[in-house]
């Protein structure tokens, strides 16, 4: 059997247009339901409040982009209601915006806020415009992650829980492993940290958590995505099936007795609802390409893509990276977990020459080892519960500690990502 190896995905670390890095969104909070109306004079602020919008934190905000000066601005809102924000670029001298800024202060309505992206940084003009209700001045050029720290500043209360992060598990192909990947790395986090998870198993008709934890719930998934209305943190704690002391699940009915076609937000409702439930939640996502496994995989916070060494999973996942690099432009790129690998007498594709191809780096690949998986699934149990010693142990716990962003507790084995973990939790 070959050696187990990992290595840490660095694609999509790189600096975008505007200076910013996809890590620098990662602890930002969706924004509720409010208006935006941005009046810019420079196409570079236009593309950035396009790529805002683009913006998986941005989902519900209702976000319109005009060409214009605060003056057009005021011209504008003279007929018509103010948004919640508006944001105003303008190369104004300090000593004239306040002059400026009278004419649309006089139609503005009470509760909306101002962002001003100006040219000037001047400390006073600053001063002066937060003393006169401007929420906000920033100095062009503006990253995207210092305009939507902004706004999030604004509409975001400090003092609310925070929110938890969703992470989603999906196969390049079916059989490739995807959900139990998912489920041990959700074991892991719940065990690894004391961390409350909830693993939801979003494979309705075939979904496999309940089996592999041992599990026969009389409820799941199945009511929270029929009953959106009534879904709470009450009703869905009523859904959740405890598997160890950290690590709730929801899940999946398993049956073949209805059909399950779903519209792309049919699973929005329980996304939100799980982020306010748990620190962690982990999405077992079926094999699929659906307008709902579209949304849930734009909306997640990370995202693990399984593949085996072959043909097709290469190609799937070259697809699954472009989509996703679409859906998601200011994310981090999708980790990659290749799995199943040196299964005997079965042709397949180096792990290096796989990596290569897709100009990616594995997240960890996981040796072909039928007898610890096949007595784990029997079981019931997870790997660590029947050999926590074993290179595959190991590797969930390392995907543990990199998908939640700690640093490994202990020095990984040869070739591991004790190293640059340690170098993550020293930045």
């Not at 996809?22 to 004079?41: K, M, V, Y």
């Not at 290749?338 to 796989?354: C, S, T």
Request: charged content about 20%; aromatic content about 4%; overall charge negative.
């Amino acid at each position: 059997m070959s050696p187990i190896e990992y290595s840490i995905d660095t694609g999509g670390a790189e600096l975008a247009a505007d200076g910013s890095r996809p890590g620098d969104l990662d602890q930002l909070r969706p924004l509720p339901r409010i208006s935006i109306h941005a009046f810019c004079e420079s196409e570079a602020i236009q593309r950035l409040m396009e790529r805002c919008g683009q913006d998986r934190r941005m989902a519900k905000v209702s976000l319109r982009i005009t060409g214009g000066s605060i003056a057009a601005a005021a011209n504008m809102f003279a007929s018509v209601s103010t948004p919640n924000l508006i944001i105003l670029e303008t190369a104004t001298e300090p000593r004239s915006l306040l002059a400026e800024l009278a004419p649309l202060a006089e139609v503005c309505d009470p509760t909306t806020k101002v962002v001003i992206i100006g040219r000037h940084n001047d400390i006073a003009l600053y001063r002066e415009l937060i003393r006169n209700g401007i929420s906000e001045y920033m100095v062009a050029p503006v990253a995207m992650a210092d305009l939507l720290t902004a706004v999030t500043a604004i509409f975001v209360d400090p003092e609310a829980e925070p929110v938890g992060r969703n992470l989603a598990f999906i196969g390049a192909k079916g059989g490739c492993g995807s959900s139990v990947i998912a489920h041990n790395c959700a074991w892991g986090i719940s065990n690894l940290f004391s961390t409350e998870t909830i693993l939801a198993d979003l494979d309705l008709p075939y979904g496999t958590a309940n089996i592999n934890f041992d599990q026969d719930p009389p409820q799941g998934i199945a009511e929270a995505v029929s009953a959106p209305d009534r879904l709470d943190e009450v009703f869905l704690d009523r859904l959740l099936t405890k598997c160890s002391e950290h690590l709730s699940l929801l899940a999946a009915p398993s049956m073949l007795d209805r059909a399950y076609d779903f519209e792309a937000g049919a699973f929005q409702p329980i996304l939100e609802i799980l982020q306010r439930s748990a620190p962690v939640s982990v999405l077992d996502v079926p094999h699929g390409w659906s307008d709902w496994t579209r949304s849930v995989l734009g909306e997640a916070d990370e995202v693990v893509i399984t593949a085996a060494p072959d043909l097709a999973s290469l190609r799937n996942t070259k697809n699954l990276l472009d989509a996703l690099k679409k859906l998601r432009p200011n994310d981090r790129a999708p980790h990659l977990v290749l799995n199943q690998v040196g299964m005997p007498k079965r042709p397949e594709i180096a792990p290096n020459e796989f990596c290569e191809s897709l100009e990616v780096e594995a997240a960890a690949i996981i040796p072909f080892d039928a007898v610890l998986f096949g007595n784990a699934a029997n079981s019931g149990r997870m790997i660590a519960e029947i050999d926590r010693k074993s290179p595959a142990a190991e590797t969930f716990s390392q995907l543990a500690h990199l998908l939640t962003g700690r640093t490994a507790i202990k020095k990984a084995r040869k070739g591991g990502l004790g190293k640059v973990l340690a170098k993550l939790g020293r930045r």
